[in-house]
């Protein structure tokens, strides 16, 4: 029969202990991140479907009447790659990397790194982010740019497919913004 170490007791329960501490709160900070992911998932389809809806009405030829000049851009793009950025904050690293490309084929590149620039500013509601996007964007403004703001949603700048789509008369581009519309409510 072995003898008794106090030594060695006390070191097994030690690590034991060490071990179930450490295992509880990574599990329970993985349960929490995921419940966060899950509720960012949900919360971005929210978003997303009505702007993948009035899509998929222009490409199939019924939404002509959402139509925007050729060579300005509607502010409210920027909110909404604002808001898409702010619901990525809760989801893990790759899928916040996939949407910010996303964001910057869908709303422009220049919205984008407006918007990029303003995710961490606190607002409580999307219009006082329209407002901050656009006090943004008179600081980044050159001379002789024609920007219109919140009130006044023109901006002479947008390179992003949904400017591209609700700008032209033809659909070549529609079916891709679905698609790229489609993949972003998915989270990637």
């Known amino acids: 029969m072995t003898s008794f170490e106090p030594l060695t007791f006390v070191a097994s329960i030690s690590g034991s202990l060490i071990v179930a501490y450490v295992g509880v709160r990574y599990f329970t900070g993985a349960k929490i991140r995921a419940e966060r992911a899950d509720v960012a998932r949900r919360e971005l389809r929210k978003a997303v479907a009505p702007w993948l809806r009035a899509a998929r009405e222009r490409a199939a030829g019924r939404g002509r009447n959402l139509q925007r000049e050729v060579r300005t851009s509607d502010a409210e793009d920027g909110v909404r790659a604002l808001a898409v950025l702010r619901i990525a904050e809760d989801l893990p690293a790759w899928r916040r990397r996939l949407i910010h490309r996303r964001c910057r084929v869908v709303f422009g590149a220049e919205w984008y790194e407006l918007a990029q620039e303003q995710v961490d500013v606190e607002t409580d509601a999307l219009s006082d982010a329209g407002h901050i996007l656009t006090r943004a964007l008179f600081q980044h403004a050159e001379p002789g740019v024609r920007v219109l703001g919140v009130g006044q949603p023109k901006v002479t700048f947008?390179?992003?497919l949904m400017q591209r789509v609700y700008s032209s008369n033809v659909n070549a581009d529609?079916?891709?913004?679905?698609?790229?519309?489609?993949?972003?409510s998915k989270g990637y």
């Open 174 to 184: 529609a079916s891709v913004l679905v698609d790229q519309l489609r993949k972003l």
């Open 158 to 160: 947008s390179t992003g």
